[in-house]
Nanobody, 119 residues
Framework: QVQLVESGGGLVQAGESLRLSCEAS????????MGWFRQAPGKQRELVAI???????TVGESAKGRFAISRDIAKNTVYLQMNGLKVGDSAVYYC?????????????WGQGTQVTVSS
């Protein structure tokens, strides 16, 4: 069992910044990647950014140029620095972990942290 605990969400005004953190605990062996997804009301969950253990990073279109992902692999922690926030960035942000196990790839999710951006 893996537990992912997010922190750092909140209410900010457009143009401001937030830094999200996610710490993994429990059975964290076999981790291959960690990252962030988000889901706004009435919309599908979408990729924000994900980083593999070798440093390869994929950033969603909406986050390019404004958001940056980083990881502390030794601490099984992932961060998301969000700058220049827009009203459209308002969503629940979910921490994501992928592990490679004997039976295949396994995905784990945090419970989410709310980010609300006001105009």
């Amino acid at each position: 069992q893996v537990q992912l605990v997010e922190s750092g969400g909140g209410l900010v005004q457009a143009g401001e910044s937030l830094r999200l953190s996610c710490e993994a605990s429990g059975s964290t062996f076999g981790v291959t990647a960690m990252g962030w997804f988000r889901q706004a009301p009435g919309k599908q969950r979408e990729l924000v950014a994900i980083q593999s253990n070798n440093g390869q990073t994929t950033v969603g279109e909406s986050a390019k140029g404004r958001f940056a992902i980083s990881r502390d692999i030794a601490k099984n922690t992932v961060y998301l620095q969000m700058n220049g926030l827009k009203v459209g960035d308002s969503a629940v942000y979910y921490c994501y972990m992928q592990r490679s196990l004997s039976h295949g790839l396994q995905s784990s999710w945090g419970q989410g942290t709310q980010v609300t951006v006001s105009s």
